[in-house]
């Protein structure tokens, strides 16, 4: 990475800005750009970074899961609805934030309002207290990566036990199968409960430090290091998806898979559950909150067209969803038929060994049958007069239906269709480095809480007596997102950022506490003498570290605007990163492009008079175009103006 080429020259090496650089910049903005933060190399690597952030294991495990139990194909109407009003606009969103502000989530709310840099800290904790959970999924697929490379796979069958002269399948594997015994048994060696520790695991430890290692030599030079390594990272899951996908849909019953993917149940869009998990769902696909989408475009050029990015990502992001549930599918739709068929097999040979025929009328379970018989010292068949079996119930339905999410599918119900592959070995090594490469997870329930609750807390903003002052920021953003792509955004997403969006997450952290408040928050616990997951209630202490959770990023956002209110620590406000403005504006208005922004759009969206940018050009081409007041005055005392209404000292004196 060319760490001493400035912003504007890499922008002007960019295809995809929307404003051409028409004259020479000028020696100083040359020298104040070349002190920004390091870009990345080129575009492509910028794009690969935020898709390798947006698209992980909740696309692979989560999705797919989601869509067979809301309908089907039918849960895609949600999900595109929630797409469009909440994943898109607050994509968009970030990414301009970062764009312009040119600082991480931090550094970017404080700029924003310095009573919001609480919403960045918290940012950053979520983010913290995720990556535990992330990585250690990263160390349980090192774990089985490493595991792949034996031969037999060590999943494939039941260890057994000797007693005597006897060997038998020991019986908890027995209970439950191979793919499942070595997951709880072998791997996580899981305790009885919660409440039960035992003993540390060597193997996971040195799998999670290895997980660890891996992580740090990706990023330990920030975008240096990290921007080359997205190459791997964010395209080898399309490759290892793509060679699952061609190899899915030869095997035998893929298409009962797909079509239980896909076939519409229009009556389950009745139920709120079906819209609240869609829009879970695609608010944490996208990865937004996290901060990670505004830190990686704050590493772009002023004059990248974010909205297209905004727009390409969150499209890549969803349709790998919707590919990679039909690759799935069509995998668990073979692991159902072959499961089907051995059930059938195993009904078969025991109508035989009863009946002497596949073809008898069978008895209910329980009742008087006669059943014939094979008398080895006469040769010949006799009838006998004995309480009838229950025999195996072979639905091809009910196999469709065990599809599991998470943990479930990645590490019990596909290694086990796996099994059944030729050379399961080498599928199973490609399998587990393609989820080392996505690296992410669906999020745990009150994670999913506390983000919405940040992005809730936007629409506070606007309410308190300074609320007008916040507005002003918000509205001259509209300026700035022309200056940089060189159109203005339209009414539809000035619309879901001031309405639409803040609602709809509003909605979801209601209905999501309703949702625990009602069904409470159970978990899973392993059963060894079922081979089965029974249901248990968090213990009191596990709830008190829940809250613990929630509450070291939530009460970093009020704390923050207290302490900076009532001046309880001596604070100054961050110098504003360098935008050039005037060279932008010149060339837009040298460029004649302008927005006509209507009356209705003014009264609706921009509540501030008529100044900035609008005045500015109106000056230069007469035209009619209402906006904030955002780029007036030169752009030396422009910055002096955004503090001095950021710490609320001074009204707004520049239109």
Same mark, same amino acid.
């Given at each position: 990475?060319?760490?001493? %080429? ?15 650089? %028409?004259? %020479? ?61 909440? @994943? ?69 069958? +039941? ?21 499942? &015994? ?15 520790? @035992? ?21 330990? %030079? ?15 899951? &399309? ?35 079906? *819209? ?47 590919? !990679? ?48 018989? *094979? ?6 068949? &006799? ?33 086990? !269709? ?47 007596? !300074? ?28 619309? +879901? ?40 209630? *968090? ?50 208005? @040298? ?19 008529? +100044? ?9 081409? @007469? ?33």
């Amino acid at each position: 990475m060319d760490l001493d %080429k400035s912003e504007t020259a890499v922008a002007a090496d960019s295809t995809d800005g929307l404003i051409t650089n %028409k004259r %020479k910049e000028s020696k100083d903005s040359d020298a104040a750009a070349s002190t920004e933060r390091e870009t990345w190399d080129n575009k492509v690597q910028y794009i690969l970074a935020v898709v390798g952030f947006a698209v992980g294991l909740g696309n692979v495990w989560r999705f797919p899961y989601l869509a067979q139990k809301n309908g089907g194909g039918a849960f895609l109407i949600p999900y595109t609805l929630m797409l469009a009003i909440e @994943g898109i606009p607050i994509f968009y969103l970030e990414l301009a934030v970062g764009q312009r502000l040119r600082k991480g989530a931090i550094g970017a709310w404080n700029d924003i309002s310095p009573y919001l840099g609480g919403i960045g800290i918290a940012s950053a904790i979520v983010s913290f207290w995720v990556a535990f959970y992330y990585n250690t999924i990263i160390g349980w697929c090192l774990y089985y990566l490493v595991q792949s490379f034996r031969s037999p796979l060590p999943w494939a069958a +039941c260890p057994t036990t000797q007693t005597g002269n006897v060997t038998a399948p020991v019986m908890e594997c027995e209970l439950s199968s191979p793919t499942t &015994y070595f997951w709880y048994r072998e791997t996580l060696n899981i305790s009885p409960e919660v409440g039960v520790g @035992g003993q540390v695991n060597w193997w996971i430890v040195v799998s999670v430090l290895a997980a660890w290692l891996v992580v740090f030599l990706c990023i330990f %030079k920030g975008i240096t290091t990290s921007g080359k390594v997205v190459y791997i990272t964010a395209t080898f899951p &399309y490759l290892v998806l793509v060679i699952f996908f061609f190899r899915g849909v030869t095997l035998e019953g893929f298409h009962h898979g797909v079509a239980r993917f896909f076939t519409p149940d229009f009556s389950r869009l009745a139920d709120p559950q079906v *819209w609240l998990e869609a829009a879970t769902q695609i608010f944490f696909s996208l990865g937004l909150a996290f901060g990670g989408l505004i830190a990686f475009a704050s590493y772009m050029p002023v004059r990248n067209n974010c909205y297209k990015d905004a727009v390409l990502v969150s499209v890549i992001n969803c349709g790998t969803s919707v590919f !990679a549930g039909v690759v799935v599918f069509s995998i668990l739709g073979f692991k159902a038929t072959q499961s089907f068929k051995a059930c059938e097999a195993g009904r078969a040979a025991e109508l035989v060994r009863l009946f002497n025929t596949t073809e008898a009328l069978v008895p209910a379970a329980g009742s008087l049958a006669n059943f014939t018989v *094979w008398d080895n010292d006469t040769s010949g068949w &006799y009838t006998v007069i004995g309480e009838m079996p229950a025999l195996p119930v072979c639905s091809l339905e009910q196999e469709l239906e065990k599809s599991a999410s998470g943990t479930g599918l990645v590490f019990i119900a596909f290694t086990e !269709a796996i099994n059944q592959f030729p050379v399961p070995q080498l599928w199973a090594v490609l399998f587990f480095l393609m989820l080392l490469t996505l690296g992410l997870d669906s999020m745990f329930g009150m994670v999913e809480i506390v983000v919405c609750g940040f992005s809730a807390v936007l629409s506070l903003a606007f309410c308190h007596q !300074a609320g007008p002052y916040v507005f002003i920021l918000f509205d001259e953003f509209g300026d700035d997102i022309e200056l940089m792509t060189g159109s203005r955004p339209n009414w539809y997403w000035l619309a +879901c950022w001031k309405y639409v969006s803040p609602l709809a997450m509003s909605l979801i952290l209601l209905a999501s506490l309703a949702k625990i408040a009602a069904s409470g928050a159970p978990y899973q616990a392993w059963h060894a003498d079922i081979g089965e997951n029974i249901s248990l209630e *968090w213990p009191g202490w596990c709830k008190f570290f829940a809250a613990f959770l929630i509450l070291t990023p939530t009460i970093w956002v009020p704390g923050v605007a207290v302490v900076k209110y009532f001046r309880l620590y001596n604070w100054t406000q961050a110098e504003p990163a360098f935008f050039p403005r005037e060279d932008l504006l010149m060339e837009l208005t @040298g460029n004649q492009v302008g927005t006509n922004i209507s009356e209705w759009e003014r009264k609706l969206f921009y509540w501030m008079p008529r +100044c900035g940018l609008a005045n500015e050009m109106d000056e230069e081409d @007469g035209t009619s175009t209402v906006t904030s007041d955002s780029a007036s005055g030169s752009a030396d005392d422009n910055d002096a103006d955004v503090v001095e209404k950021v710490n609320l000292e001074t009204e707004d004196t520049r239109c």
